[in-house]
């Protein structure tokens, strides 16, 4: 009788062994997608720390325009600017408060033949034409509508409104393209993640259709809504709700997005050292990179832009250099 109870608990428990194993491979399957596309192929990088023309220190932003490369290099208080084979072709921008100088310039963005420039350290955005005229300042240090408290990044609606990652403002603000608040999404000053609310967002970039695509850095997502503001979808880990790691879809802190011009998002993962390419309803399609030094590793990938030929520029940020990727 004792041997007969022994077996029937040996097969119960193996049932619940296999229940939990079945259990723990369907959560991983709907939360670990596999990649749908091959990943990209290393082309070339360039920089280095220091100070001479081509070289950085803490490359934070990058955009492309005409055929050249924007790379804001925050501790040298200036914007750099080379062709796509990363020849140096001029800067501007030296570290200060001034009018066109530069308190650590973040993501970059350009639009209508003018770079957008928000600031870390002095909580504004200065915009420039491409040759490094300054055209104008919009915000301020603060905590008010239209006020910024380290702005991280931004895009341009096609009238010219603004809609800007305020990092430590805990919010997105939409602008006119003068500088008057509009509207915001998140709460000034409070974490949350809820639908709308953000734990310090650091970018902002718009689709074909004008839905907003926000980065919500350390909340480990991506946030979407619809032009007239309303919530669309969120993807970055279980059910979006800020849990970090490693996965494919997964996020530790997301810094950067940017759409490609087959319409494909591209995030920067900073902790997890790579770069992470969605459709624009959040599936993952695959992802390079990976922790180190050589050719085609990061230390911590931070910014990331998509020229019109599909390659990939990433800004590096540790190791002080920019990376050229291409579809493999």
Excluded: C
């Excluded at 208080?77 to 796509?84: E, H, M, S, T």
């Excluded at 970059?108 to 033949?113: A, F, N, Q, Y």
């Excluded at 996020?251 to 950067?256: A, E, H, K, Y």
């Amino acid at each position: 009788m004792g041997m007969i109870k022994r077996r029937t608990m040996l097969k119960i428990l193996g049932g619940m062994v296999s229940g939990v194993s079945v259990l723990a491979a369907a959560g991983w399957i709907a939360f670990v997608p596999s990649a749908k596309e091959p990943s990209y192929e290393f082309v070339k990088a360039w920089g280095g720390k220091g100070v001479r023309p081509g070289q950085f220190s803490d490359p934070t932003g990058i955009a492309i325009a005409d055929g050249e490369v924007f790379v804001a290099d925050s501790r040298n208080g200036r914007i750099q600017v080379f062709d796509l084979d990363g020849n140096f072709k001029r800067q501007f921008g030296r570290p200060g408060k001034e009018p066109g100088e530069l308190g650590r310039p973040m993501n970059l963005t350009v639009r209508d033949g003018e770079l957008y420039v928000p600031e870390y350290f002095n909580d504004r955005i200065q915009v420039f034409g491409l040759d490094g005229t300054l055209r104008r300042i919009i915000g301020g240090p603060g905590n008010g509508p239209g006020q910024f408290s380290a702005p991280g990044g931004l895009a341009v609606g096609k009238n010219g409104e603004l809609y800007v990652a305020d990092f430590y403002g805990q919010r997105v603000q939409e602008l006119k393209p003068d500088g008057v608040f509009v509207r915001q999404w998140g709460t000034t000053g409070q974490t949350s993640h809820a639908v709308g609310s953000f734990h310090y967002p650091t970018d902002v970039t718009l689709d074909r259709t004008g839905s907003i695509y926000m980065a919500d850095g350390y909340g480990n997502r991506i946030q979407v809504f619809d032009p007239d503001g309303t919530f669309l979808h969120k993807w970055g880990g279980p059910l979006a709700r800020g849990i970090y790691g490693p996965f494919n879809g997964w996020f530790t802190t997301v810094t950067s997005i940017a759409f490609g011009s087959e319409g494909n998002l591209f995030a920067a993962d900073f902790y997890n050292n790579r770069v992470q390419k969605f459709a624009p309803d959040g599936t993952f399609l695959t992802d390079f990179g990976g922790k180190g030094t050589g050719p085609g590793k990061f230390d911590h990938a931070i910014a990331v832009a998509v020229a019109a030929d599909g390659s990939v520029f990433v800004a590096d940020f540790l190791n002080n250099r920019i990376q050229k990727w291409r579809p493999n």
